[in-house]
């Protein structure tokens, strides 16, 4: 075996047990400090009894390179528990001089304390331990001495940069997996944001048309009003758990839903002076959804055609019952969507409008997904656009 082998098994003795660490760190979201300190200390000494057990080119030079990343690292205890180790060692088994052997480590402490510079310190503590070491071995072979402090100098500062890198990558890890937990929250934050958006603008709606005097008003507005209250609440309670939306399905009657929403948007169709055309049957078609978020849907996709609608302007939507599955086409004559911007409409964030979250579709998509149903945007610019949604029919008998 030559040299650079046998370098390159100290290295893997000395590292494996710290790279080891490294990777139950970056996988154990609870650990906390004092257990990532036991578990380095474990590595240290797992790392000393393999290159002093396994260790090819000069072991008991190369077994003092765990206190040297012990004392870089600060970690006291591991430093005391190592030298006593190193020191036992050295005097029942190779029977060195222990009072010499003392006043070595005694040294080594000192200069820890009094050399500031990582560098200068590890590269003095690398020379002296070679120079005790062939001391106590009564070899004056200056080369020999040369090759082992050379060698003993490569392998630590192998070990060093391997393990700085290592913590590099944990560090970035770490950051990608807080920004990553970040980003999560923004979402949450921005979709329940947007969504409250859309039942206050149906209570403005109705507010600004609402004439106090009259109890027609009274009776019709006020339980609409109520209901858009209640979403709202709902919305604010999906604030408060900052988690995914959660989908509460149940036996539902579409066109129910449907009859529903077209009731509560009309009056703000005919405010907004556009026309309209609902083809919705009058048959009980069943599926398994969540009422209120299906109703966000919907009126989310209403709420962006009248947005894009400049003037005359046409809504038109249609329920198409089919023997497995149910499609719901929204169509309307607004502005239209381009092209490129067609196909990112579903990306979170990506908006056309000045001061929107681009989270209305995006939530849209994942509500209907988890319906197990799909989605689409069919829209040409200027030439308004399509939304078709697909449903799956809930087959029962009553």
């Known amino acids: 075996m030559n040299i650079l082998e046998s370098i390159i098994l100290d290295v893997i003795y000395l590292t494996f047990p710290l790279l080891i660490y490294l990777f139950y760190i970056a996988y154990n979201k609870n650990l906390n400090k004092e257990k990532n300190t036991l578990i380095f200390e474990l590595s240290l000494l797992t790392s000393f009894y393999l290159v002093y057990r396994f260790g090819v080119e000069a072991p008991l030079v190369l077994i003092n390179i765990p206190l040297i990343i012990a004392y870089l690292k600060k970690k006291d205890l591991m ?43 590890m590269n003095t503590i690398i020379i002296l331990k070679n120079i005790f070491y062939f001391y106590f071995n009564h070899i004056t072979n200056i080369s020999s001495i040369v090759i082992s402090i050379i060698t003993t100098w490569l392998v630590l500062n192998i070990v060093i940069y391997l ?41 403005k709606g109705y507010l600004d048309m609402f004439d106090i005097n009259n109890q027609q008003h009274t009776k019709k507005y006020i339980p609409i009003i109520k209901e858009e209250v209640e979403k709202t609440l709902m919305l604010l309670n999906d604030f408060l758990s900052i988690t995914k939306i959660k989908i509460n399905k149940d036996i539902m009657d579409i066109n129910l839903l449907l009859e529903e929403i077209c009731s509560t948007m009309i009056p703000l169709l005919k405010d907004k002076k556009i026309n309209y055309k609902i083809n919705i049957t009058d048959d ?110 809930l087959l029962i008998s009553f």
């Open 79 to 121: 430093v005391l528990i190592l030298s006593f180790i190193l020191i036992a060692n050295y005097i029942t088994i190779y029977s060195f001089n222990p009072v010499i052997l003392i006043l070595e480590y005694i040294l080594y402490f000192i200069l820890n304390i009094t050399i500031k510079n990582k560098t200068i310190f």
């Open 284 to 393: 009980e078609i069943y599926i398994n959804g969540d009422y209120n978020r299906l109703m966000q849907v919907f009126i989310n996709i209403i709420k962006n055609s009248i947005e894009a609608i400049d003037k005359n302007g046409q809504i038109d939507i249609e329920l198409i019952n089919n023997p497995k599955n149910i499609v719901i086409i929204i169509k309307d004559n607004g502005s239209g969507i381009e092209k490129e911007n067609l196909e990112k409409i579903k990306e979170p964030f990506f908006t056309t409008k000045k001061n929107g979250t681009g989270l209305g579709v995006s939530l849209s998509y994942e509500i209907i997904k988890q319906h197990q149903g799909s989605i689409n945007y069919y829209s040409k610019e200027k030439e308004g656009t399509k939304v078709v949604i697909d449903l799956p029919k």
């Open 163 to 203: 393990l700085e890198k290592g913590e590099e990558i944990i560090k970035y890890h770490m950051s990608v997996k807080k920004l990553e937990e970040e980003k999560q929250l923004r979402i949450s934050l921005f979709k329940i944001t947007h969504e409250i958006k859309n039942p206050l603008a149906v209570i």
